[in-house]
């Protein structure tokens, strides 16, 4: 009689259906088509490569989704990846869908660490939708932290956050590693940081990517801080979630415009949100595939005839964390 280990016991033996694994072959085609570009300083021309690949593998999928925050705000150009944009073959689940074709367009350019493409799924009106929200202040810390976590860590000092996640992790604050994007923004939170006595793992961009190492106990990294996009907030929001680690996320206009606009929207800037306010649920699934390599992932490699990627899959309710190696033949 087959037996089955404890962790596969009950409703595991058997589990639902898993949409996400098909976000597996649109980051895969999102980073073969970004990686052609790596190094050769056209940021655009590999964003576009990226988004265009991307939008044809999620319009295979069996499902009728809805992109809930692209990037064009931010941005200030539209691709095929748009907010609002419906994806997918028009037949099965609906489902909101977030993806970000390179999380960290100008490391590709630069030949730089870290790139990665994102895709994250969740049933329809799970995810929350950012309005005119295009930047939001945020604080990741993996499942060692996850609890002690209060929201007003997000507004508390820098000092104050930092001892309270070197109290968890039971080490002295210079052990810790914060991860912040690169931004003038950031420079006095940088300093504050610093005098702190905790060490600054800077990046020029890639704060999804950033989000990951951080909800990740098994990387170096031990918290992520700073302003970055709502876009890459929400899908950072579903990795975190299924990693078990913690999120607080709050609106941080960088203009009048984007204040106003968000006050008459009705939205409360001064609300704080969690991991289960950005997405609710369990039927969380996100995917990232490395584009360049960076500290979690590999980069795609080429090796003539055949090209690899590493690939990391996240499925909330089963609680599974896949890393996936393949070897595309091209030839």
């Not at 912040?180 to 793992?201: M, N, S, Y």
């Not at 008459?264 to 001064?270: A, P, R, S």
Request: proline share 5%; with cysteine; net charge negative.
């Amino acid at each position: 009689m087959t037996t089955f280990p404890p962790e596969m016991q009950g409703e595991k033996l058997t589990p639902p259906a898993h949409p996400g694994l098909g976000l597996i072959r649109v980051t895969e085609a999102a980073a073969l088509a970004a990686g052609r570009w790596m190094g050769r300083d056209d940021r655009d021309g590999a964003d576009h490569a990226a988004q265009d690949a991307m939008a044809a593998a999620i319009n295979l999928l069996p499902m009728r989704g809805t992109i809930i925050c692209g990037e064009e705000k931010r941005v200030g150009t539209h691709s095929p990846l748009d907010s609002g944009n419906t994806v997918g073959t028009g037949e099965g689940p609906e489902m909101d869908v977030e993806l970000n074709a390179i999380d960290g367009a100008g490391l590709v350019a630069k030949g730089q660490q870290g790139a990665v493409a994102v895709a994250a799924l969740a049933p329809k009106g799970t995810m929350w939708r950012p309005g005119s929200a295009i930047y939001m202040n945020k604080l990741v810390v993996d499942r060692r932290v996850a609890e002690a976590i209060g929201q007003e860590a997000l507004e508390a000092p820098p000092a104050w956050t930092l001892a309270l996640v070197a109290r968890q992790k039971e080490k002295p604050i210079q052990d810790l590693v914060v991860f912040i994007v690169d931004r003038p923004r950031h420079q006095e939170l940088i300093r504050e940081i610093r005098k702190a006595g905790a060490r600054v793992f800077l990046r020029q961009g890639g704060d999804v990517g950033g989000a990951l190492l951080a909800a990740d106990p098994s990387t170096p990294v031990d918290l992520l801080m700073g302003v970055g996009g709502a876009a890459e907030a929400l899908i950072s929001a579903c990795a975190v979630k299924a990693l078990g680690g913690a999120m607080l996320a709050q609106v941080a206009p960088q203009s009048e415009a984007e204040r106003v606009a968000l006050l008459d929207e009705g939205t409360d800037l001064n609300r704080i949100f969690r991991c289960s306010d950005l997405v609710q649920g369990d039927r969380v699934y996100f995917s990232a595939t490395g584009v360049t390599d960076g500290v979690l992932l590999d980069g795609v490699s080429y090796h003539g005839n055949t090209v690899e990627t590493h690939t990391l899959a996240l499925r909330l309710e089963t609680g599974t964390r896949r890393i996936i190696n393949a070897e595309h033949r091209v030839r």
